[in-house]
């Protein structure tokens, strides 16, 4: 196996426990709550929490990782996972495991960012585009296999092993990634300032903005009108300071606000996927809807690997827009979708859409990346996982407010067609440029 390999597996081997942990407690979630005799609503608060905190910590993570560096992060959050998992095996009540779980998720928080731009510098040009693609890869094989093993370890097991599966996986991680992995930023920069003000600003508004979907019954006048007031403050706070957590400035740069809004419209479009159907389809029974969402997810990752194989070919902005002319195919097909539907014709439209959503993910990331200087790449992955997550947060309120409503179909279309017209335009732009790199070499 060659070096590249190397240090892709190294940092894979660890990262994708994120995903797996994310979707793997849910089917766990009656077992604890009768182990732990708490309420199915209160146990919710161990997803929730994850939720939070990996929407919170994302873009702070990768800030982190430009100031003192990425692989020093990543380790750091490679250790947290570690004992926070084993931790969260031996939780003795809600409140420990609420705590020892939002511990977890600071883990993989500092983990994901600092993965992403340890492969966008430790890994050749030519090759990254497939380095993503296998990342995306693996990472939406861990969010689709998460339910199935962790049905199979509490049948076979307990609750505790969702836990204590992760052990070995990261310990291999810690060692591979400390022997193999590169230092991409030996010399961060002399300024080691960080927006502490911006960085409570952000936090509590993305902490709102995910409880908001996850918890309905609290959005009301007053918090919406807080919501409001962070956001103001927080626009202030990041004009004003010397080292801004987000730089808005970095929005200026075409490519890099397209990519984060191709990946929150894609994310949109996956999590509405999730969430409507289960409620939807109630001819099915749910391990039917189990193994039918698992096609979707499965779909979803090997087009991924297969995107990010095609970027090479025909360009990352032509393949965004195959993803999305594919997902305004994918809307027309879940509108058609009823009590009737038969069990083939679903899950063709499931595989279908899965492909649909993953075979521009490669090419999003990438543009996000290479669109800011060395020095930034780090904020930029945060910045772009946390838009990733936005659009699962909106996917969740749409589906609560409009599901059962056919304007709910016409908004995945009219999403699905706004990403199309943006990546279109950036493949207009980059075909005018061309044409005027050549006419001015010609003269």
């Given at each position: 196996m060659n070096k590249t390999n190397l240090i892709l597996l190294s940092i894979l081997i660890g990262t994708f426990l994120v995903p797996v942990n994310s979707t793997m407690i849910a089917v766990g979630l009656p077992s604890i709550a009768s182990y732990l005799n708490v309420s199915i609503t209160d146990i919710s608060w161990v997803v929730t929490i994850y939720l939070i905190v990996m929407a919170v910590v994302q873009p702070i993570a990768g800030k982190l990782g430009d100031l003192y560096g990425n692989k020093q992060v990543m380790q750091i959050g490679f250790i947290v996972f570690l004992i926070s998992s084993i931790a969260c095996a031996f939780s003795f009540n809600l409140f420990s495991l609420i705590l020892f779980r939002s511990?977890?998720?600071?883990?993989?928080?500092?983990?994901?960012?600092?993965?992403?731009?340890?492969?966008?510098?430790?890994?050749?040009?030519?090759?990254?585009?497939?380095?993503?693609?296998?990342?995306?890869?693996?990472?939406?094989?861990?969010?689709?296999?998460?339910?199935?093993?962790?049905?199979?370890?509490?049948?076979?097991?307990?609750?505790?092993?969702?836990?204590?599966?992760?052990?070995?996986?990261?310990?291999?991680?810690?060692?591979?990634?400390?022997?193999?992995?590169?230092?991409?930023?030996?010399?961060?920069?002399?300024?080691?300032?960080?927006?502490?003000?911006?960085?409570?600003?952000?936090?509590?508004?993305?902490?709102?903005?995910?409880?908001?979907?996850?918890?309905?019954?609290?959005?009301?006048?007053?918090?919406?009108?807080?919501?409001?007031?962070?956001?103001?403050?927080?626009?202030?706070?990041?004009?004003?300071?010397?080292?801004?957590?987000?730089?808005?400035?970095?929005?200026?740069?075409?490519?890099?606000t397209?990519?984060?809004?191709?990946?929150m419209i894609n994310n949109f479009f996956m999590y509405s996927t999730v969430l409507f159907i289960p409620?939807?389809?109630?001819?099915?029974?749910?391990?039917?809807?189990?193994?039918?969402?698992?096609y979707f997810a499965l779909s979803m990752s090997l087009s991924s690997w297969i995107g990010g194989t095609l970027a090479n070919m025909i360009g990352k902005e032509k393949v965004i827009s195959i993803s999305f002319f594919l997902c305004c195919i994918t809307a027309l097909l879940y509108f058609t979708f009823s009590n009737e539907s038969s069990y083939p014709f679903v899950v063709f439209a499931l595989i279908f859409g899965g492909f649909s959503s993953g075979?521009?993910?490669?090419?999003?990331?990438?543009?996000?990346?290479?669109?800011?200087?060395?020095?930034?790449?780090?904020?930029?992955?945060?910045?772009?996982?946390?838009?990733?997550?936005?659009?699962?947060?909106?996917?969740?309120?749409?589906?609560?407010?409009?599901?059962?409503?056919?304007?709910?179909?016409?908004?995945?279309?009219?999403?699905?067609?706004?990403?199309?017209?943006?990546?279109?335009?950036?493949?207009?732009?980059?075909?005018?440029?061309?044409?005027?790199?050549?006419?001015?070499v010609k003269i």
């Open positions: 511990l977890q998720a600071l883990g993989g928080a500092l983990l994901t960012p600092n993965a992403t731009a340890i492969i966008r510098f430790a890994i050749p040009t030519k090759k990254l585009s497939h380095a993503f693609g296998i990342f995306g890869l693996t990472m939406g094989l861990g969010a689709a296999i998460g339910p199935l093993l962790g049905s199979f370890l509490i049948r076979s097991f307990s609750w505790e092993a969702i836990f204590w599966v992760n052990i070995p996986f990261l310990v291999i991680g810690v060692i591979a990634t400390w022997l193999i992995v590169p230092n991409v930023n030996d010399a961060p920069p002399n300024n080691k300032t960080l927006d502490i003000a911006g960085t409570l600003y952000l936090g509590a508004i993305l902490t709102f903005i995910t409880l908001f979907a996850t918890k309905k019954e609290l959005i009301t006048g007053w918090t919406t009108l807080v919501l409001f007031i962070l956001v103001a403050l927080f626009s202030y706070q990041e004009l004003v300071s010397k080292a801004p957590l987000i730089e808005f400035s970095m929005f200026k740069n075409i490519h890099f397209t990519a984060n809004l191709f990946i409620i939807s389809l109630n001819q099915f029974s749910i391990s039917t809807i189990g193994m039918m969402l698992f075979i521009g993910i490669a090419s999003m990331q990438i543009n996000s990346l290479k669109s800011v200087p060395r020095e930034k790449v780090g904020i930029a992955s945060g910045i772009y996982s946390t838009f990733r997550y936005l659009g699962g947060i909106m996917a969740s309120l749409v589906v609560a407010i409009l599901i059962g409503n056919t304007f709910f179909f016409l908004l995945l279309l009219c999403f699905s067609i706004i990403g199309l017209i943006l990546s279109l335009g950036l493949v207009l732009k980059n075909r005018t440029n061309l044409n005027t790199k050549k006419y001015e």
